[in-house]
């Protein structure tokens, strides 16, 4: 059966105007709600960008701060070379100054030097050899080594010191404060004579010792 539309034709456009501007208005509200998801999008993009922006100038400053120290780490890297050739060529850091600063305080004052000598010499260092491992039961020992001791040499700066004192018990006062001492190491009596000085008798001592490093 076919519906017979006897509404005037006034009321019916009013009707399908009303319709097309209900589909227009749902069509803005989509077209707003898809801009402010848009929006939003954006928005957490450019908080994301700017947390990298801040992450990349907190690097870029450790990276000048880096940059600025290469300096000062070069300086200190030359510094350290050189000492680390002096104490492979010479065998101390030690300078002059500080050894004569330290005789001066320890050397009692009725002891007088004649003599300093400084020189660069080879010291033969002795380490331990492996452990020989033990035989199994029924096995035969393993024959030992020659030699249980591993001989190792370095260089080490030894100081010569010839002096004069009264008595024997001032040469022995002198060489246990060298001995005490924290700057010198394997302090050795080298001899100890009599002599005439002025017109006096004194005993003439010579000692040696290594510098610390």
């Not at 009599?194 to 006096?200: E, G």
Request: glycine share 4%; proline share 4%; with cysteine.
């Amino acid at each position: 059966m076919t519906e017979v539309d006897f509404l005037p034709e006034r009321i019916r456009q009013q009707r399908a105007r009303r319709r097309r501007l209900i589909r227009q208005g749902h069509l803005l509200a989509l077209c707003i709600l898809a801009m402010g998801a848009l929006t939003y999008i954006r928005h957490g993009r450019i908080a994301e960008a700017r947390a990298e922006l801040a992450a990349l100038d907190e690097r870029q400053d450790n990276i000048e701060r880096q940059v600025a120290m290469i300096g000062t780490l070069e300086r200190q890297m030359a510094d350290l070379l050189i000492k680390k050739r002096i104490e492979s060529e010479l065998g101390s850091r030690t300078d002059c100054t500080a050894v004569l600063a330290e005789l001066c305080r320890i050397m009692p004052a009725n002891v007088a030097l004649r003599s300093l000598h400084l020189k660069t010499v080879q010291v033969h260092l002795k380490a331990d050899a492996p452990p020989i491992p033990q035989p199994l039961a029924g096995h035969r020992a393993a024959p030992a080594p020659m030699s249980s001791q591993v001989k190792k040499t370095d260089r080490r700066v030894r100081l010569v010191i010839t002096g004069m004192a009264p008595t024997d018990v001032d040469v022995a006062n002198f060489i246990g404060q060298l001995s005490a001492s924290c700057l010198f190491e394997d302090v050795n009596m080298g001899y100890a004579k009599n002599i005439t000085f002025r017109d006096r008798v004194a005993r003439e001592f010579q000692a040696s010792c290594n510098l610390a490093r």
